[in-house]
């Protein structure tokens, strides 16, 4: 049974950038790889053809397909807490698998980048140590 977690998700926004990793689809494996992707990312989300720069060899610049959120994507919800969205996280899981996998292997992916990313890797310790959070905010209770 699927129940809905959370993912990293990409909107708009011409001032940002974001770092990650490229693939080179066969073209004769295109059709059937972007059907597959298209029917993974139905929920909320748009095929967008943007422009990329790579970062290490061979270094440039080229065009590439992303998936994009739509301003209607239930699914996207920027208000949670890390606490909540670890709570989430921990009971979530969909086609793809669970969803507390997909945030270790984003946050294991993202340290083999070199990038620092504060809110995921808070979240991966949250799924690790569920009382982590609730420490540090009696905490700050006590030492305002």
Known sequence: MAAPGRVVTLIEDPTSSVLGVAYRIARERAYAVLAELDERERAGY???????????????????????????????????????????????RGPSGDNASYVRRLAHALRQLGEDDPHVFAIERLLEDPGEDLLARAAAIRDP
């Open 46 to 92: 748009e095929r967008v053809e943007v422009e990329i720069d790579f970062t290490q060899a061979p270094l440039g610049r080229t065009r590439a397909l992303v998936y994009q959120a739509r301003a209607e994507n239930p699914g996207f919800v920027a208000t949670d807490d890390e606490q909540r969205i670890a709570q989430i996280v921990r009971s979530a």
